[in-house]
């Protein structure tokens, strides 16, 4: 056995286990239903995200392919120390094509699947995975997402791939809260339209508007880590 590159500190996990904890109870406080809290660990190193583990968090989520396969092992390995179930990583950022086969052994839930030609290679590197078909929500060019219009055709595609389509994600726009409440508002009703049960909406900024909307995921990094050190 190697030692876990990557131990949790106790401050760091106190920390985060105390965060989670309010944001579980505000979430509680607008809704009876089961939320999902991912906790977003992209740009922090893999002792943060052990440090989420440790903390009780099972569901991590990542933006950037070759950072989730450089963290995937140290990862696991404390799982494996802690004692505690595989982590589930969902993938949330935008992803070319030729990344697929290099997290494709580390991802549970494919978050970010905008058009067709990225659902049909992660159905090629990953038969059968579960996705969510990320919506266009802002307009904003940086975010990915597939017009809400094209929204039913891609999910129709992915079906037609093998892939288990859970349901639909979307990022709001940056700014006030509200702002995002209308685009939030459309994914939960297509989404009711199409017969998916999961809605990941909402970030450290705007999940109180994504609860109240229909959330049963929410993705949040800085409320619960802390602010990202800068990319190097
Ligand atoms: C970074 C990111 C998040 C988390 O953002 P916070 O503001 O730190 O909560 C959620 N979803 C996506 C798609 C992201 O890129």
Redesign the pocket.
């Known amino acids: 056995m190697t030692t876990p590159s990557a131990p949790a500190d106790p401050a760091l996990v106190e920390r985060i286990a105390e965060r989670g904890e309010s944001l579980r109870r505000r979430i509680a406080e607008r809704t009876d239903r089961d939320v999902t809290v991912?906790c977003?660990t992209?740009?922090h190193p893999p002792a943060v995200a052990a440090a989420a583990l440790a903390a009780g968090f099972r569901d991590l989520?990542e933006?950037y392919a070759q950072e989730l396969r450089d963290k995937a092992a140290p990862v696991a390995e404390v799982a494996e120390a802690l004692g505690s179930a595989p982590v589930r990583w969902h993938f949330?950022?935008r992803l070319q094509t030729n990344k697929v086969r290099l997290i494709a052994p580390a991802v549970s839930l494919w978050?970010?699947v905008d058009r067709a030609s990225l659902a049909s290679q992660i159905a090629g590197r990953a038969p059968g995975a579960a996705v969510l078909v990320?919506l266009d929500l802002a307009g904003l060019p940086d975010?990915?997402g597939c017009p809400p219009d094209e929204a039913p055709e891609l999910v129709a595609r992915c079906r037609e791939l093998g892939l288990d389509v859970r349901g639909l994600?979307g990022?709001g726009p940056p700014g006030d809260p509200e702002l995002a409440r209308p685009g939030f508002r459309r994914l939960v009703a297509m989404a009711d339209d199409l017969g998916l049960p999961e809605r990941?909406i909402?970030?450290?900024?705007d999940?109180d508007v994504a609860v109240d909307e229909g959330a049963t995921i929410?993705?949040?990094?800085?409320?619960?880590?802390g602010?990202?050190p800068p990319r190097t």
């Open positions: 991912v977003v992209k740009a989520g933006n949330i950022g978050e970010s990320q975010r990915g994600m990022v990941s909402g970030m450290s900024a999940l929410v993705r949040v990094g800085s409320a619960l880590v602010p990202r």
